[in-house]
């Protein structure tokens, strides 16, 4: 499992959530459940970029958004990035509502959004945001961080527990002055799945064209958390 060696995952040991142990009499046997975690890099990253506007008539508003809606595509695909891996999230052309008065007051009343979902390695993230922006998404920067291997994720986080658990049934069996024998069952019960993922919200970010020298936001990809609860018997010597 190369995805998971030493030198490419920050794993880390932590006290188990729960241990239990049990000595059978009748065949000499001890029992140990012990749930363990480990913190692998998200190495994929889905960015969400879009961008509102306004105008003051209906056909002019969206006469503005196809400008901006396909300079900002075409800055992606100029970027490298490829068109399967940018998907249409939203679009809306709708009217302003009297209550905006600050909008209403400027003779603005009509409303523009669309935004993408765009796909990347999780290094490119952060340039990925800085290449919509300065396109003209003004409303961008959530992420959300995945694995581009799960499996392997959890596989390492029940390695882990299964070698704790024999761990602490060698420490256990020791105290009894015996010995730990050979391994005679482990069930590697992997805890249900949850929406991993955090969102990085930039909250409406805009360059002009002044500041489109600037370099892109520091961005360091997530730690996503899998965790696995193993229960092992081992033979008593």
Not at 38 to 51: E, L, N, R, S
Not at 146 to 166: I, R, T, V, Y
Request: with cysteine.
């Amino acid at each position: 499992m190369k995805f998971l060696t030493a030198c490419s995952l920050f794993v880390f040991a932590i006290a188990a959530a729960a241990q239990t142990i049990t000595v059978g009499k009748d065949n000499k046997t001890v029992a140990v459940t012990v749930t363990d975690e480990v913190y692998v890099p998200a190495d994929i990253a889905t960015v969400t970029v879009g961008f509102i506007g306004y105008g003051s008539d209906q056909n002019q508003t969206y006469a503005d958004a196809t400008r901006v809606s396909n300079a900002i595509v075409d800055a992606l695909h100029a970027s490298s990035i490829k068109l399967d891996a940018i998907e249409s999230a939203s679009q809306s052309l709708t009217e302003i509502d009297s209550d905006d008065k600050v909008r209403y007051s400027k003779g603005l009343r009509y409303r523009f959004s669309q935004s993408w979902h765009v796909t990347v390695p999780a290094e490119s993230a952060a340039d990925t945001i800085h290449t919509a922006v300065t396109a003209g998404a003004n409303d961008s920067g959530g992420i959300e961080w995945k694995l581009s291997n799960e499996d392997a994720a959890e596989a390492a986080a029940a390695d882990k527990a299964l070698a704790h658990a024999q761990k602490i049934a060698e420490q256990y069996v020791s105290r009894l002055k015996n010995k730990l024998g050979s391994l005679v069952y482990v069930s590697n019960q992997i805890p249900q799945r949850s929406l991993f993922g955090a969102m990085l919200n930039t909250q409406n970010a805009s360059l002009s064209g002044k500041s489109r020298n600037l370099k892109p936001l520091a961005i360091v990809p997530e730690k996503i958390t899998k965790s696995a609860t193993v229960y092992a018997v081992f033979a008593i010597e």
